[in-house]
């Protein structure tokens, strides 16, 4: 066992971990935060994207004890106090994003990743941002839109 | 799936990582990005007894010019090897391949180090260090040696480096003046490549003076497509390119897997070399 020191959308949390224990089985099992699913074995699917230290990682691909004395943010982590939703999360809703869902955890963390470093992408940009993570729902446009629509610029419907 | 049991060290510099390697002997496993082998231990193709965590070592990280060359640290994420100023400006090849790998997450945490020592020809940077002929440093107990980038792949997921060696950092020759181009060939995004193709060219009076190929995914290890290089030298125009890049699949052995034939991945290699040679030498 491994001692771990981790903070997670917010709360400090101390643990003796295995191993071989993976952030998303630490985050999932030990935290209870299932709002991050795992959609593969294989670390192609992005479902299980979550930040680590500011930046955006497969949580299925990394090991607890790897994120020891680190920041995650989950996106359990993003909504206000108040339960009030973020501008990125608002868009995924009004523009139709989903469908079954399952792939939006992931793709709210990589586009909130993208937005960070370019505010205002463009559609390519988007779509580049996003080459890690899959949906099998919406063929994509409409997460597309609404990144953009969330970077504050103009989309159709 | 969950990966097997297995001892965690998580040194904190080079010395105490190559003594946690070397009294493990053979059942050690260096632990870099994780990329390639969380998702091996995930799927139980790897059952190391400890993995070495290399992850904390500052000395790993960073980039820095000793005279003529660029020194890049064995655990430069791909996402900062993208964004160093000195990657670009005497490495473009390199910072435009690793512009290719993965994704924005995979990127955030694997490593030029981990990609080089994981050995897959199928990897981009592979052919990208053979081609900027580049040089690998590898510390173990008896300290450390350098080995050229011709030597360091062995076979199929297989480097020169010894159980007890660790990569510490890789040598590029810096490439001012010269072309540069990466051309993959991939089904999807975030694929690995079916054939990729690095171009170096240096050009002397709107002809070719020089010019270095390497192959990505064109047999068991990356490779250098040496009868272009020579056909070559002197090209002028387009036509002269293309030309050239006819041998590119000359004494390569592509494998036959569910993406593509031997014979399809020797075509690929033809195309792919004119358009990265084209590309390079700013004939495109
Ligand atoms: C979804 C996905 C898509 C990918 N697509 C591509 C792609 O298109 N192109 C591409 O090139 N790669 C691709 N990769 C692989 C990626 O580039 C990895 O980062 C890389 O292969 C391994 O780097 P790492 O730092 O993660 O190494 P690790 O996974 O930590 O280690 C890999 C191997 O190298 C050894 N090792 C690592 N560092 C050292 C060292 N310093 N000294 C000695 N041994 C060491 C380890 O023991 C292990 O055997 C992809 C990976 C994923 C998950
Ligand atoms: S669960 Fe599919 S990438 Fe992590
Ligand atoms: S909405 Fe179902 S996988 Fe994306």
């Known amino acids: ?157 | 799936m969950i990966p097997p049991a297995f001892e965690y060290a998580r040194p904190a510099d080079v010395d105490e990582a190559v003594r946690a390697l070397a009294d493990a002997g053979e059942e050690a496993k260096v632990l870099a990005g994780g990329q390639s082998l969380l998702p091996l231990l995930r799927l139980r193709l790897a059952f190391p007894e400890l993995v070495v965590d290399v992850g904390r070592i500052a000395e790993l990280r960073g980039v820095r010019e000793d005279g003529d060359s660029l020194v890049i640290g064995a655990m430069t994420t791909h996402h900062d090897v993208i964004r160093d100023p000195l990657v670009r400006r005497h490495a473009g090849l390199l910072a435009a391949a690793t512009a290719t790998v993965a994704d924005p997450a995979v990127r955030h945490r694997g490593t030029l180090g981990g990609s080089l020592a994981h050995a897959d020809p199928a990897g981009d940077l592979p052919a990208v260090v053979l081609a900027m002929d580049g040089e690998l440093v590898a510390q173990g107990p008896a300290g450390r040696r350098t080995i050229p980038a011709r030597q360091f792949f062995v076979d199929y997921l297989q480097s020169a480096l010894e159980p007890d060696e660790l990569l510490v950092e890789v040598r590029l020759p810096k490439t001012d003046g010269w072309g540069f181009h990466y051309e993959k060939f991939h089904r999807v995004a975030q694929a690995w490549a079916i054939v990729g193709v690095a171009a170096l060219v240096r050009r002397d009076n709107g002809r070719v003076a020089e010019a270095r190929v390497g192959l990505t995914n064109m047999g068991t290890t990356p490779l250098r497509a040496t009868a272009t290089e020579e056909a070559l030298a002197g090209a002028g125009d387009a036509d002269a390119v293309a030309r050239a890049a006819e041998s590119a699949a000359v004494a390569t052995q592509p494998s036959r897997d569910t993406s593509a034939s031997p014979e399809y991945r020797a075509h690929l290699a033809r195309v792919l070399a004119k358009r990265a040679v084209l590309a390079a030498a700013g004939m495109g």
């Not at chain 1, 959308?9 to 071989?20: F, I, K, L």
């Not at chain 1, 479902?47 to 995650?72: F, M």
């Not at chain 1, 469908?99 to 779509?127: F, H, K, W």
């Open chain 1, 1 to 157: 066992m491994t001692r771990v020191s981790v903070k997670v959308d917010g709360t400090n949390y101390e643990d003796e971990v295995e191993p071989r224990l993976l952030l998303i089985h630490y985050l999932r099992d030990r935290l209870g935060l299932t709002g991050t699913p795992v959609g593969c074995d294989t670390s192609n699917c992005g479902a299980c994207t979550v930040d680590l230290d500011g930046e955006s990682v497969k949580s299925c691909s990394v090991l607890a004890v790897q994120a020891d004395g680190g920041e995650v943010t989950t996106v359990q982590g993003l909504a206000g106090e108040d339960g009030e939703w973020t501008g990125l999360q608002r868009a995924f809703h009004e523009r139709h994003a989903l469908q079954c869902g399952y792939c939006t955890p992931g793709m709210i963390m990589a586009a909130r990743d993208l937005l960070r470093d370019n505010p205002t992408p463009t559609s390519d940009e988007v779509r580049h941002a996003l080459e890690g993570n899959l949906c099998r729902c919406t063929g994509y446009q409409n997460i597309v839109r609404a990144v953009l629509a969330a970077s504050g610029q103009e989309v159709g419907t």
